[in-house]
């Protein structure tokens, strides 16, 4: 039987891009949140997306998870364009999504966070499948939970994110958002989710990472995309870019700088004073 050859896995994040949205616009009556905004993610790259406060992050991350329609635009999913209307829709995909406040129950164990809504079985809870899988789960992630019974309460911030993301990935995503994962974190706390952030994109997987944070963004990102009063203000890969630059584009000081250096370069052309 002939098999088709194994396609290497697309690790350049240039190219065979798993998500790509083009032209999308989100409005809330007269608020403009996202206007025309273009992003790409491929396998195997992480993609931070950085901005001020009301740039449009959550609402970009609503869209991909099937909270808001866009107003316009297209989203591409694995070649085809799609539409989410539902987050049932982006779970289909294969878009997870783990929100900023993580959404797990204190008082339910780690098992229980996992598989809440989703357990196992086809009448009851198969607790020893539920059980393996969550142990099997938290090792590819190289994850640091010392026991998979005990309550979340009794987690660290960054084991709790260890939990959220695990959670996400049962569902076999081939994309992973993660909104602002280390905002709540000490240290080595950061750093412990930061390797998780590492270990899905080894596995594969692509990422986008909300933050707010540039040395996280400059620590795992391959690219970074900065939104600004809902618009695309540069993408740039993290090897390429100063936190310098990223703030200028950020907060709009390039606006300005570049601004003006090419209208005094467009003035010299024309042989205007400058
Ligand atoms: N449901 C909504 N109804 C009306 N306006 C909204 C709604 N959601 C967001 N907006 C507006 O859209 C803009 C973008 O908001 P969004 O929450 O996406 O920003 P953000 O980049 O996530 O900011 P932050 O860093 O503060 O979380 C803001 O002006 C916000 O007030
Ligand atoms: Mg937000």
């Known amino acids: 039987m002939a098999t088709a050859p194994v396609m290497e896995q697309d690790r350049t994040g240039g190219t065979g891009h798993v998500l790509s949205l083009r032209g999308i616009t989100k409005t809330f009556g007269a608020v403009a949140a996202l206007t025309d905004v273009d992003l790409d993610v491929a396998r195997g790259e992480v993609v931070a997306i950085v901005g001020d406060n009301g740039a449009g992050k959550s609402t970009l ?4 998870s099937g909270v808001h329609a866009p107003t316009s635009g297209t989203i591409t999913f694995e070649g085809s364009e799609v539409t989410i209307s539902t987050p049932a829709d982006a779970q289909r995909l294969g878009i997870a999504t783990v929100f900023q406040d993580l959404a797990l129950c204190e008082n339910l164990n780690v098992v229980e966070n996992l598989f809440l809504g989703q357990e196992i079985g086809p009448a ?18 190289s994850a640091k939970i010392p026991t998979v019974r005990i309550p979340v309460a009794s987690l660290s911030g960054g084991q709790r994110q260890t939990v959220a993301i695990a959670r996400s990935l049962l569902g076999d995503p081939k994309i992973v958002m993660l909104d602002e994962p280390t905002a709540a974190l000490g240290v080595a706390q950061t750093a412990e989710v ?20 540039m040395a996280d963004v400059q ?44 209208a005094r370069r467009g003035a010299i052309a024309k042989g205007e004073p400058a």
């Open 61 to 64: 991350v609503k869209v991909l």
């Open 124 to 141: 009851r809870l198969d607790e020893v499948a539920m059980e393996v899988k969550s142990w099997e789960l938290l090792r590819e992630l």
């Open 194 to 213: 930061l390797n998780l952030i590492e270990r899905l994109r080894e596995r594969g997987f692509g990422v986008i990472m909300i933050s707010h944070n």
């Open 219 to 262: 620590a795992v990102a391959d690219r970074v995309a900065v939104l600004r009063l809902g618009r695309n203000n540069g993408v740039f890969r993290v090897s390429d870019v100063s936190s310098e630059e990223l703030v200028a584009a950020i907060t709009g000081a390039s606006d300005n700088v570049v601004t003006q250096r090419s």
